[in-house]
């Protein structure tokens, strides 16, 4: 079933699949891959197979029970455009979400050059938000410019973890940033500067910019509890998200 999430920039989570691959440096510590062989110890369904990807069918109509709008993380276990889920059943997804207009849908992934190709011949739903992961230069970077092709109304960037400074970044056509350090037993240091120019970048470009977590690095360099080394940037919180176009009635 969906669940409420624990993620600062989301409400619940909803898992129509399961299970992924790791294609990408942010993949090495994948959170998700952790919480699978837990829930998998635990007998949880979904996860008999630990973290091998599975689509779930008997999931898909969950947020069809819910009248109350939401903000959903799509996939928060998976990745929907994993090159393994069939166009068919990602058909079956948006179907959903377009049956439920009341909510709204986070959908983020690494599979950037599948999304121009999938909605080459498909809408958009117009209650996605559609989001790639940037965690570095050479295999984050080029996702922006896939995303750049789909004419989603609301298109973001999880830049976590973020493992190196990103240089100078074209954010045209983006409407929110998400950045972010590595949490995890093994996390890999995120410096201050890095996460600053990203923000830098944000605000000359006027694009909303969330900063997530320091995660298992401080600011100071030191390895501790991501919560003890909180969420602030430069002794400030940044909450941000985007805004949402409105559609007049004519």
């Not at 079933?1 to 790791?22: D, F, L, R």
């Not at 439920?100 to 599948?114: C, F």
């Not at 995120?190 to 600053?196: F, Q, R, S, T, V």
């Not at 970048?201 to 910019?209: G, R, S």
Request: proline content about 6%; glycine content about 8%; hydrophobic content about 35%.
């Amino acid at each position: 079933m969906s669940s409420y999430s624990a993620i600062e920039w989301t409400e619940q989570t909803w898992n129509p699949v399961t299970g992924c691959t790791k294609v990408s440096p942010g993949c090495k510590h994948c959170y998700a891959e952790v919480m699978a062989a837990r829930l998998q110890a635990m007998g949880a369904a979904g996860y008999e197979d630990g973290f091998a990807l599975r689509l779930m069918p008997e999931r898909l109509e969950q947020p069809l029970r819910r009248k109350k709008p939401t903000l959903y993380f799509v996939n928060s276990m998976s990745d929907l455009f994993h090159e393994e889920v069939p166009d068919s059943f990602i058909d079956q997804v948006m179907d959903t979400i377009t049956r439920t207009p009341q909510h709204s849908y986070q959908i983020l992934t690494k599979r950037a050059s599948r999304l121009p190709e999938y909605f080459g011949s498909r809408p958009v739903p117009s209650n996605i938000w559609l989001g790639v992961s940037v965690e570095d230069r050479k295999y984050g970077l080029p996702r922006i410019d896939e995303l750049r092709k789909v004419g989603a109304t609301i298109r973001f960037l999880s830049v976590e973890p973020l493992l190196e400074d990103l240089g100078e970044m074209n954010l045209s056509g983006m409407d929110w940033v998400i950045v972010g350090g590595e949490s995890g037993a093994k996390a890999r240091p995120m410096k201050p500067e890095w996460a600053i120019n990203v923000k830098r970048q944000c605000a000359e470009a006027e694009v909303a910019f969330f900063f997530k977590q320091w995660g298992g690095w401080g600011a100071d360099g030191v390895k501790r509890n991501k919560k003890a080394n909180g969420r602030l940037l430069n002794g400030r919180l940044y909450d941000e998200y985007p805004i949402i176009p409105t559609v007049s009635a004519e």
